[in-house]
Nanobody
Framework: VQLQASGGGLVQAGDSLRLSCAAT????????MAWFRQGPGKEREFVAV????????LYADSVKGRFTISRDSAKNTVYLQMNNLKPWDTAVYSC??????????????????WGQGTQVTVSS
């Protein structure tokens, strides 16, 4: 199984972008897919997750009200709709899949499958 992320780009503050992460391959046994990001000189941080077996969606406080994560189960694809982008949203966004438990669902340790990153740059 591979994760293929797309949709990044260069936008201005206040603009929107939608990222996509498609899982391809023979089997896909994960129960959650998440987005993380890593800004310049920063550690990778959690952005959002959708856990379809527990029917949970979680967001980092910094993106609540601006970002929306959704899943198309038929396409094994997760989307991240990002609205009202801010310059500090600039980062490489990576998608991940796995079977995290409650204590790891917002951490990189909860995920075993990672896609390549897609760059999001927000100019002021």
């Amino acid at each position: 199984v591979q994760l293929q992320a797309s949709g990044g780009g260069l936008v201005q503050a206040g603009d929107s972008l939608r990222l996509s992460c498609a899982a391809t391959g023979r089997t896909f046994s994960s129960n959650a897919m998440a987005w993380f990001r890593q800004g310049p000189g920063k550690e990778r941080e959690f952005v959002a997750v959708v856990d379809w077996t527990r029917n949970r969606i979680l967001y980092a406080d910094s993106v609540k009200g601006r970002f929306t994560i959704s899943r198309d189960s038929a396409k094994n694809t997760v989307y991240l709709q990002m609205n009202n982008l801010k310059p500090w949203d600039t980062a490489v966004y990576s998608c991940a899949a796995g079977r995290p438990i409650a204590s790891t669902i917002m951490t990189v340790q909860g995920y075993t499958l990672w896609g390549q990153g897609t760059q999001v740059t927000v100019s002021s």
